[in-house]
Structure formats: structure tokens, C-alpha cells
């Protein structure tokens, strides 16, 4: 979530299986979330993201929940593949002026053959 | 559209030498962004342009990171004199508008990769 993480998370996940990334963040009043991934040597890229007056938004093969109530949101990514392997990382307008740009401390997805 | 092109790619040098870094934003985008990325670690900002003004710089070690973009598009990143904990990846990122809010979402480059030996 928002703390910066000094290890990072890694799920491993089976080729065509479902993953589910999560992320807490603690600032209640947070109204815009986003998912980006990060390959391995290339910059972070936008995959999808959702605002609080949302509970779920979906994209091609991903999903994002949004629980406000317990501060919690997930990415959850369909039959996941291959090139799907990469840090995953939420982020928010999380800075104190709410227009400065945060990201969580990231979780590897690592997909097995 | 060409996406941020960012040079060099990686770059190693001892504590206390010299070095810059070099971005070009998409195309028309008036924001631009220098973050650092740590090993483990999700990108932090280090400062934040619009077009030739800065907009943020609170968390930019000032007394040895510099960072211009005289004619609002190409931006340089220096830091004066490097030590060991700057070993990072140093990622431009730029916007159409200033907002991280999602109305302009920010576009990265592959970063430069610093080593300091």
C-alpha cells in the first residue's frame, strides 16, 4: 500500500491460473487508485485504475475492487500468461497536497510454465 | 506517439563524480517528472515540471541533485556529487496537464540505471 516496503512481495502463479494482487492504503479520504506494471529494465505502465465513487472497474483481462470500507484494493488479472510476469504496484494522488503522485511498494507476479 | 525517451541508459560512476541524465517528454506535454526508484521499492518523485517552472521540488536532495528544462521540453537531471545511496533508477515521466489524478495519466520512460561504485 502506501508504506514503502522494503522486501518485495512475490506471488507465483501457474500459467492460465487467476492472480490477485492486493494493496492497502490508509488514508480514508484517497478517491483515485491505479495499477501500473513493471517489466523487468522498462518504466512503470499504466494498466487500469478506478475512482472511490466505484466498487469494480474492469479492463481486458483485469479487475480492480475497490473496498472502501476496510481501505483494500485488488487487481485481479484473468488466465494469467506469461508476459504477465512483472512488479505490480498501486498508487494515488497520496501526497499531502493530493496532487503528487504515490506508489505502494510493489508485489512480483512470477508466472510458472 | 514516440513514447519518453530517456539517455543513458545505465551509468556507473564513483562517490563523489558527477552525473547527468537526460529526458524527452511525449510530444505536447507540458508536465514533466523525475522520480527514483530504489531496487524493491516503488518510484518516489523528485520534482515536478510545468513546462520550464517547477511545480514540485519538496523532495529533491537540493544540496546535490539539480534539475532544469530551460525551454519546457528536454529536461536534465544532475546530481553534484553522487554518493552510495543514489544508486537508483532515475525515471522521466511526463502529462498533457499537471493533475495526478487521472485526467492526464503520467507516461514513463525506461528509466537510467546509476550504479555508484
Known amino acids: 500500500g502506501e508504506s514503502v516496503g522494503l522486501h518485495l512481495p512475490t506471488l507465483s502463479v501457474q500459467e492460465g491460473d487467476n492472480s490477485i494482487i492486493n494493496c492497502a492504503y490508509s488514508n480514508s479520504a484517497s478517491d483515485y487508485f491505479i495499477w501500473y506494471k513493471q517489466e523487468s529494465g522498462k518504466g512503470p505502465q499504466f494498466i487500469i485504475d478506478?475512482?472511490?465513487?466505484?466498487d469494480k472497474r474492469q479492463g481486458q483481462r483485469v479487475t480492480v475492487l475497490l473496498n472502501k470500507t476496510v481501505k483494500h484494493l485488488s487487481l485481479q488479472i484473468a488466465a494469467t500468461q506469461p508476459g504477465d510476469s512483472a512488479v505490480y504496484f498501486c498508487a494515488g494522488p497520496w501526497g499531502a497536497a493530493g496532487n503528487k503522485l504515490t506508489f505502494g511498494g510493489g508485489t512480483r507476479v512470477l508466472v510458472k510454465p | 506517439e514516440a513514447g519518453v525517451a530517456q539517455s543513458p541508459r545505465y551509468k556507473i560512476i564513483e562517490k563523489r563524480q558527477s552525473v547527468a541524465f537526460w529526458c524527452n517528454p511525449i510530444s505536447g506535454h507540458a508536465t514533466l517528472y523525475w522520480y527514483q526508484q530504489i531496487l524493491g521499492q516503488g518510484p518516489k518523485l523528485l520534482i515536478q515540471f510545468q513546462n520550464n517552472g517547477v511545480v514540485d521540488d519538496s523532495q529533491l536532495p537540493k544540496d546535490r541533485f539539480s534539475a532544469e528544462r530551460l525551454k519546457g521540453v528536454d529536461s536534465t537531471l544532475k546530481i553534484q556529487p553522487a554518493k552510495l545511496e543514489d544508486s537508483a533508477v532515475y525515471l522521466c515521466?511526463?502529462?498533457?496537464?499537471?493533475?495526478?489524478?487521472?485526467?492526464?495519466?503520467?507516461?514513463f520512460g525506461d528509466g537510467t540505471r546509476l550504479s555508484i561504485l
Open positions: 515521466a511526463s502529462s498533457l496537464g499537471r493533475g495526478a489524478r487521472g485526467e492526464q495519466p503520467q507516461h
Open positions: 478506478i475512482r472511490s465513487n466505484m
